[in-house]
């Protein structure tokens, strides 16, 4: 089980950061990820990482701005995301994927709920 929390209101420029607390299963040997889907578009793949946390994958737009970290010792998997723009609105979804791909790819075997993330400007 994923269960994300960290959404909110804040305004452009501003930061938050995303939790996702996993439970029920060897988490920490998974690869993790970030989704998001904005209004209108379709979900995609804003960041992810190797079960080590030795590897990451940030999607163009929010490289140097958003930092995805795990902490495998509290089964934690986080986005800190700075200088957030509206263009960053959506609802977040952390998952879980096996690992032994690459991490680009948007196969995941678990899901979160989301959490909602507004950025006004």
């Known amino acids: 089980q994923l269960q994300a929390s960290g959404g909110g209101l804040v305004q452009a420029g501003g930061s938050l950061r995303l939790s996702c607390a996993a439970s029920?299963?060897?988490?920490?040997?998974?690869?993790m990820g970030w989704f998001r889907q904005g209004p209108g578009k379709e979900r995609e793949l804003v960041a992810a990482?190797?079960?080590?946390?030795?590897?990451?994958y940030y999607t163009d737009s929010v490289k140097g701005r958003f930092t995805i970290s795990r902490d495998n010792a509290k089964n934690t998997l986080y986005l800190q995301m700075n200088s957030l723009k509206p263009e960053d609105t959506g609802v977040y979804y952390c998952?879980?994927?096996?690992?032994?791909?690459?991490?680009?790819?948007?196969?995941?075997?678990?899901w979160g709920q989301g959490t909602l993330v507004t950025v006004s400007s």
């Open positions: 998952a879980a994927g096996k690992p032994g791909v690459s991490l680009t790819t948007t196969r995941y075997d678990y």
């Open positions: 029920g299963r060897a988490f920490s040997t998974y690869r």
């Open positions: 990482i190797a079960w080590t946390g030795g590897s990451t």
